[in-house]
């Protein structure tokens, strides 16, 4: 029969975990070994001869945070059974983790006479733990660093169980907040999405596995402001019967992205409007110039008492009205010829400032702020001053019962963070005229269709609602980009950017009064593919005392003075003709007769004297629409220059 002894060496030698048995000395050297089951030897690499009589530190190293000797002078002082774990040491100094339990060992009278310590190789699971660790704190790295809120749902409960720290940047709200239980998603949509969410969130529902939704909302950020996300979720658990449990998904700002589309869209639907707006007012042009020009003549030859007088006079406001129409038109349309010129817009600005304080009541307040150091614009001023004048008077308008209009001048470069924000701008330094007022202001609908033409928040016969789309026209062509910023009762600030540059100025021009036009008795040859406005052109010319001869193309033309004996003084040419361009006619015309003038007239843009709307420097041109009083000035400057 085996001993008790025996029996109880023979259960160490069979247990699956390491036994170590110690004594309880506190003394230097401290607790020794005693004894070192199997399982110890095939754990740390000794054999039992090799430990017993050692000390009981003998498995410590650097990573070891935890001594056995301090656990066993807690189990002499009467502490119960203590489990730790720590890095130990094996013979070969490699480093596992164990997991120690201490027990004090007894006699018949309750002495602590010995301590046995059982060690579990912890190792692997530490190992599985750290990688589990890792991959945690990778995914928690990986959530935190999306440009994109990273969620989890929970279905049942209807509320938020995770979402990353992006919730911050995006929403203004802590992740704490936003799954806690006094904020509800519901409250955050947008009301008019809700109805679709609901739909897309029944949609998910019914998904097939891995199957991911996407849907667009907007929620409200902690400012006020409405966002836009992108919402990409998934079925990421389901009960034994299907149904989804959890869902699990990201949201992406798309905000800027949303305006940015909007703003090329709305950029591209201007310009169709412009090539719409554009074709008819150039084939007015024509009809206006006849309308106009009998008009005038008409109502010279009668007297002021004349019942007929009153009529033609209605009619040439009417057609000056429908003029100025269509030169706005043409403005929107960027298909109006400039003749641009390099200058200081604090100058254009100090020059309109007398006429707007006429425009302005008294109970609006006109305040510029403008930069000392101004760089310098290349653009035409007459254009630029109607811009000032437009937003001016727009700002009047939206000022009631008074306020402050405000004018300002800035150098500033844009950069490209600015330019992928603004889908019309582009980079580089600029000259920024800012036109603020202290109205009104507008709603988002409105500041969408600000620029269209024809559009109005006024009402019937007081605007024609072309005023600020020709300012859009004319800042597109001088190469510039306008933007508008507003909220309801806040105002509105209209901020016009314009290239800077480094050519030399020129002074702007002094304005003049249109003086009498005066005759002469110069020949003219008038060539003119519109029957009409070539009839009423040679009458005009005409009864101011000029010898006219007259020609529907360039061929006609050329063939008529190779006839003609006399001398020829000017050219008054349409430039778009069918057949031979004007531009060619004065080119062969002019190796005739060297000293022969010329004079363009058109209502087109893309022609040969004009470039992108530009004119070419020393060209004399005459806009159409033009009255038979315009005709004879220009005329009679013609002649006269050298």
């Known amino acids: 029969m085996l001993t008790d002894r025996l029996f109880l060496q023979m259960a160490l030698e069979q247990a699956p975990d390491a036994v170590l048995v110690t004594t309880v000395d506190i003394a230097p050297p401290g607790p020794l070994i005693v004894y070192a089951n199997t399982a110890f030897a095939r754990l740390t690499g000794y054999t039992l001869e090799e430990v017993v009589g050692r000390s009981a530190d003998l498995l410590e190293g650097e990573d070891t945070q935890i001594t056995i000797f301090e656990q066993i002078r807690r189990a002499v002082q009467g502490d119960e059974v203590s489990t730790w774990r720590t890095f130990n040491y094996r013979k070969g ?19 602590v006479r010995y301590c046995m310590a059982t060690l579990r190789d912890e190792t692997d699971m530490w190992l599985v733990e750290e990688a589990l660790r890792q991959n945690e704190h990778l995914l928690q790295h990986i959530a935190d660093t999306l440009p994109a809120v990273l969620f989890m749902y929970n ?41 679709r969410m609901s739909t897309q969130m029944e949609n998910l529902m019914r998904a097939p596995a891995g199957h991911m939704v ?84 008409a109502g010279e030859s009668l007297s002021g008492e004349h019942p007929a007088r009153q009529y033609l006079d209605h009619i040439l406001q009417a ?13 929107f349309a960027r298909r109006r010829i400039i003749s641009p010129q390099v200058f200081n817009l604090n100058d254009l600005v100090e020059q309109t400032r007398a006429f707007l304080q006429r425009l302005l ?5 006109l305040v510029t702020a403008l930069e000392p150091n101004l760089w310098h614009i290349d653009a035409d001023p007459t254009q630029i001053e109607q811009v000032i004048l437009n937003l001016a008077i727009n700002a009047r308008d939206a000022m009631p019962d008074g306020g402050v209009l405000t004018i300002e001048t800035q150098n500033i470069t844009l950069d490209d963070d600015y330019v ?43 605007g024609t609602g072309l005023g600020l789309s020709t300012c859009y026209g004319i800042v597109k062509q001088a190469g510039g980009s306008i933007w508008v910023y507003s909220e309801p009762g806040r105002g509105t600030t209209f901020k016009v950017y314009l290239p800077r540059s480094l050519e030399q100025v020129v002074a702007l021009p002094e304005r003049r009064e249109q003086k009498k036009p005066t005759g002469g008795n110069e020949t003219i040859l008038v060539v003119e593919d519109n029957d009409a406005v070539r009839e009423v052109a040679v009458a005009a010319l005409e009864a101011h ?26 050219l008054l040419t349409d430039v778009v003709m069918p057949g031979m361009s004007g531009a060619s006619l004065a080119a062969i015309l002019r190796d005739r007769l060297p000293n022969v003038k010329v004079l363009y007239t058109s209502g087109y843009t893309e022609n040969v004297i004009v470039h992108h709307g530009v004119l070419e420097e020393n060209v004399a041109f005459l806009p159409k629409p033009y009255r038979p009083a315009e005709l004879a000035r220009r005329v009679r400057e013609v002649l006269d220059s050298t």
């Open 93 to 111: 100094g490699t480093r596992f983790l164990a997991e120690t339990s201490l027990a004090a060992l007894r006699d018949s009278s309750g002495d």
């Open 155 to 195: 279905v049942g409960e209807g509320r938020l169980q995770y979402c990353s720290r992006e919730s911050l940047a995006i929403l203004g709200y802590l992740p704490k907040e936003l799954t806690g239980a006094d904020l509800s998603l519901h409250e955050l949509l947008h009301p008019e999405d809700l109805p």
């Open 214 to 297: 996407e849907a667009e909302c907007r929620v409200l950020h902690r400012t006020g402001d409405w966002k836009w996300l992108l919402l990409r979720t998934t079925v990421s658990e389901r009960d034994p019967d299907g149904r989804a449990t959890q869902l699990l998904g990201v949201a992406i700002d798309i905000t800027e992205s949303r305006r940015l589309g909007e703003q090329l869209t709305q950029a591209s639907k201007l310009e169709s409007l412009g090539r719409l707006a554009g074709g008819v007012a150039h084939d007015f042009n024509n009809l206006l110039t006849v309308i106009q020009s009998y008009a005038e003549m």
């Open 319 to 331: 057609s000056e009205q429908a003029s100025n129409l269509t030169n706005q038109m043409l403005a």
């Open 361 to 365: 009541p008294e109970n609006v307040t």
């Open 420 to 462: 992928s924000r603004h889908a019309e701008a582009r980079s580089g330094e600029h000259v920024l005229l800012v036109v603020s007022d202290s109205g009104i202001g507008m709603d988002d609908r409105t500041l969408a269709r600000v620029f269209e033409p024809f559009f109005t928040t006024k009402e019937v016969g007081k």
């Open 545 to 570: 005392g000029y010898q006219v001869l007259e020609a529907a193309s360039a061929e006609e033309a050329l063939a008529l003075l190779d006839e003609f004996a006399g001398d020829l003084h000017l």
